[in-house]
Each structure stands twice: as structure tokens, then as C-alpha cells.
């Protein structure tokens, strides 16, 4: 028996396999490649010293995904594959919706079709908008503001009316906040294409030397010290959370926070980023980005009691982290040029 993981050949896939062999599961990975390598999987072969299946497909193929549950035995599913860019999204919108609807929805009635009836399933803390209530429970309104969010919330819902559909449905909807961090070794980590969307790689590329600046994107927000604080989670910490998730899955479909309930604001990454980089990381106030909020927290508690899981790892080793990944890999997983 296997459990599937879509996407995991990708950043925070690749953490969960990495989780899952060391707790002695089998895995396969299916991937499409389209925002990945490989090379992950070579890594993470390295790392845990087992072997992960890999099949490379795109699953809004539908026979391509029940190929994969016809020679294997699945007995769960994790489910990452997706496009997750979300100005992307906005200039791409059917691209978005086409990738994530359809693969999500091939991957249901493949899993029913084949008697799986356990999901983990990647939702993004972006579904609950600008937030009025913080820190955020689940209960809080939901609402996505650009494409990306709205196939979260969308997903999220044909997972609920599925899940209403057979009792013997049991599925997971994560909300995570943001993951940021790279596995210990270094060797496994987060590896855009192009510039980076996201804060932690923008800055790790300038503490290598990569870019010459970060740009804070507005500091008149309503904040400690003005610039947009976020709750930042290790991804090890929300691997460990996707296991914990198939501990618990609870009957029909549930939803969990996964952060950890901490706030960092911009300017409290870039000085923890130079203390433990060693690097210098220059910067400059500039406009607000649009669609950003001041402020995004997590209230975990939920996923702490029904998941018996707790995000303990601090914005120190979060940062060494990812700069140790950085600093081994300043190209990523390609070869240096
Ligand atoms: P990622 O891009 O590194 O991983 C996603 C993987 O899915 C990639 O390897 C990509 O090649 C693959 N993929 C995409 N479409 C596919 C398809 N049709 N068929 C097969 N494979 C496909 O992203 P990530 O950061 O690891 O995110 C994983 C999931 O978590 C995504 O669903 C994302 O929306 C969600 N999420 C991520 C964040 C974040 O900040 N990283 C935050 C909230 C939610
Ligand atoms: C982004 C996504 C959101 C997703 C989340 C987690 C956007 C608009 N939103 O949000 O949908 O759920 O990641 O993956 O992309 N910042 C800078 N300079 C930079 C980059 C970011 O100052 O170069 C600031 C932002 O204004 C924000 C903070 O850093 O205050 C974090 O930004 P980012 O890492 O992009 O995450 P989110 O804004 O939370």
C-alpha cells in the first residue's frame, strides 16, 4: 500500500516525502514537472536512503491518473499539484482554473473509482481575503480576491460535496499560512522560477549575491513597525502537519489552519535573515504591493487539538534554514551556468 502525493517532486512536496519515508511509508510521486525537478526526488532519495516511485504525468489527464492507481495500490492521497502563482492567475486565468479545477476533480473520481476515500488537500490561508477577525479560525469568512484563491475556495467546495456524497469519504483541507525554510541538510528546498513572488527566497537571492535589493512593499500599514507582518511557518513543521492530517482524517471533510499563530513583519525577516546569513541585505521602502493585506495570522488551535500537531519551530531556524539551502544551492536545483 501507497500513498500518492501530487505534486511532490515540489517545494513543499518534496518535505512531505521526505516525512513520509522516514516514517517508513511508501510513496508514490506523480508530477508533471511543470514547476519542478526531478532532481528533488534524486535528493530526497539521498536523504532518507529509500527509494520513491515517480511518474511523470499531468493529471488533468485523467487515464494518465488512473494508470497510476491501476499499478499501484493507493490507500491515500496527498494532494499538491497545482499553479500557485497568484499574479499569474490574475494574467492567466483559465490556465488557473483549467489546471486546478480539473486536475483536482480527475483526482476525485479517480480515488472513488478505485476505492481510495482518504485526501490531504493543499489550501492556501489566501481564501480568507483580508481579514477581519485575527488571529483568523477557520470559521472566519472566506473570500479570495484574484483566481489563484478562488480555485482554493472552489476546490475546497466540490471536496465538501463529494465528501457528502459517500460516508466513506475522509478528507483534509489545509489552510496553510506562509511555508518558508528548507530541510536541515540543505539539500531539499524552495526553488522559483524567475524572480521571486515570495519575501523569504526574494531575500535569501540577495543574500547570495543572486539580486541587489529587497523591495518592502509599503510601510504605513497598520502594523508594529508599518510593514505587512505574516505568519510564517517551517515547511518541515507543516510536512510533519500533512502526516499528522492522515492521522486524524476526520469522517466526511474537515478544515484546518496550518501556521503557527506568530507574527513577523518584513523588516523583522530582512534583520533575522542578515543575523543568520551573515550577510548584508539591502533594501528600500517602496509602494504597497496591490492585493496585500496588512496583516495574516493563524489561529492553530484547531489543527493542535484535533490534529495533535503544533508548529514549533521559531523564524531563526525557519531563516538558517533556508539559508543553508540557499548558500549549497545558489542556482537551485540547476546546474550552475
Ligand atoms: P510547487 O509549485 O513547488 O509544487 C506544486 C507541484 O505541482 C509542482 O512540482 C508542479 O510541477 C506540480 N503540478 C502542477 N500542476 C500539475 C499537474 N496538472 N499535474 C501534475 N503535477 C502538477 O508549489 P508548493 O509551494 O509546493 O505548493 C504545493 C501546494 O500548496 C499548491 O497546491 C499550492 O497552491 C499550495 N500552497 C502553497 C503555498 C506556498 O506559499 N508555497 C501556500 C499555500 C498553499
Ligand atoms: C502570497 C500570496 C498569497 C499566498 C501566500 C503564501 C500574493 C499577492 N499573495 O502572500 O496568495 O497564499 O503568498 O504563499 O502573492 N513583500 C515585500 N517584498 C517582496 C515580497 C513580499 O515587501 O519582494 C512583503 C509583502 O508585502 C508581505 C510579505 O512580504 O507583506 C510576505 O509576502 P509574500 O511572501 O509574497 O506572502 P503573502 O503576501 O502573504
Redesign the pocket.
Known sequence: MSILVTGGAGYIGSHTVVALLERGRDVVVVDDLSNSSEESLNRVRELTGRDVTFVKADITDRSALDAVFESHTIESVIHFAGLKA??ESVAEPLRYYQNNLVSSMNLLGAMADHDCWDLVFSS???VYGDPEILPIPETAPTGATNP??QTKLMIEDICRDVAASDPRWRISLLRYF??VGAHPSGNIGEDPNGPP????P?VMQVAVGRRDK?????DDYDTADG??V?DYIHVVDLALGHLAALDHLPKGCDVYNLGTGNGAS?LDIIETARDVSGQEIPHEITDR?P??IAT?LADPTKAQTELEWRADRGLELMLSDAWRWQEKNPNGFNEPD
Not at 197 to 200: F, G, K, T
Not at 214 to 218: A, D, I, N, Q
Open positions: 497568484v499574479g492556501s490561508a489566501t489563484y484563491g506562509n511555508p513572488n515570495n519575501l523569504v526574494y529587497v523591495s518592502v512593499f509599503g510593514t505587512g505574516r518584513v504591493r492585493g496585500d495574516s
